[in-house]
């Protein structure tokens, strides 16, 4: 009887202290998943950091570089955070886990639509660019100089003053005049405003351009031009003192210095060529 006694209370403790195979396998199982689950969260928040880091440094300079609006954090974010599971099994933080998983596929499709934008954006503006007035309308070497510049001067036939409207390039006969964007060819004749034989191209944008006096005239009216393209031979046509350029830059039909659109696109030296005067 005591015998027995002591059986019973062997396996009792042996049932207490020492757990079946089945018991010890679902329990290997759940560490080996608790690992997996909390390998899966890391993961999660690591593409989440990453696709945020990758906004800050480059979505959102390109939109500043384009003048884009930013996207709102509350659309970026895509209803991220609040909750951070523990690796455990129960049905509550596996939802969690899913509605992470979600929320990072939204982020990730909000930055694509983002990247098309900023695409589709930088081939306008290039496109824009393309259509800027931004060099200066001859080449400038030693012998180009301005001689009289954008702003209120002595008229020198009247020698009152008076606006100028643009500035004028001393050169030599017959130096060739470039478009400084491509356009099209909107006046191309002699005028009788005193401009002389002069070219007249609208750029888009609101944009347009003038070049007077010229000594010959090789573009017509409706052509399409580019940047760089030679239109004309600098001469001293019209109400003019001697062989010049007069060049205007007009923007949303106002005029405007046409030296802030081509100094950047020059060097100080080639700028200091140009200020000099005889």
């Not at 350029?245 to 802030?260: A, D, F, K």
Request: charged share 20%.
């Amino acid at each position: 009887m005591l015998l027995n006694c002591g059986a019973l209370v062997f396996f009792l403790l042996l049932y207490k202290y020492v757990q079946p195979p089945e018991v010890i396998f679902e329990k290997y199982q759940e560490k080996k998943y608790s690992s997996r689950y909390a390998g899966i969260i890391h993961r999660v928040d690591s593409l989440t950091g990453n696709l945020k880091s990758t906004y800050l440094s480059n979505d959102q300079i390109y939109r500043c570089i384009l003048e884009m609006d930013s996207i709102p954090v509350n659309v970026r974010s895509a209803g991220t955070g609040g909750y951070n599971p523990d690796p455990d099994f129960s049905s509550h933080n596996f939802n969690a886990l899913f509605r992470k998983i979600e929320s990072l596929k939204r982020q990730v499709s909000i930055q694509e639509k983002s990247y098309d934008e900023i695409l589709i954006a930088a081939i306008e503006k290039n496109n824009e660019l393309k259509h800027y007035p931004g060099i200066p309308p001859v080449n400038l070497t030693k012998d180009i100089f301005i001689s009289s510049y954008f702003g209120t001067r002595d008229d020198p036939f009247t020698l009152f003053k008076k606006n100028h409207h643009g500035v004028d390039f001393c050169g030599p006969f017959n130096t060739e005049i470039h478009t400084t964007a491509d356009g099209v060819v909107t006046l191309a004749k002699l005028s009788r405003k005193g401009y002389g034989n002069e070219v007249v191209v609208d750029h888009g944008f609101g944009h347009c351009t003038r070049y007077a006096h010229l000594n010959e005239i090789l573009v017509q009216e409706g052509q399409m031009v580019e940047r760089g393209q030679v239109i004309g031979k600098m001469g001293s046509t019209g109400r003019s003192t001697g062989t010049h350029l007069h060049y205007e830059v007009w923007y949303r039909q106002g005029p405007v210095n046409p030296l802030y659109f081509f100094a950047d696109n020059i060097t100080p030296e080639e700028f200091q060529q140009l200020a000099k005067k005889d």
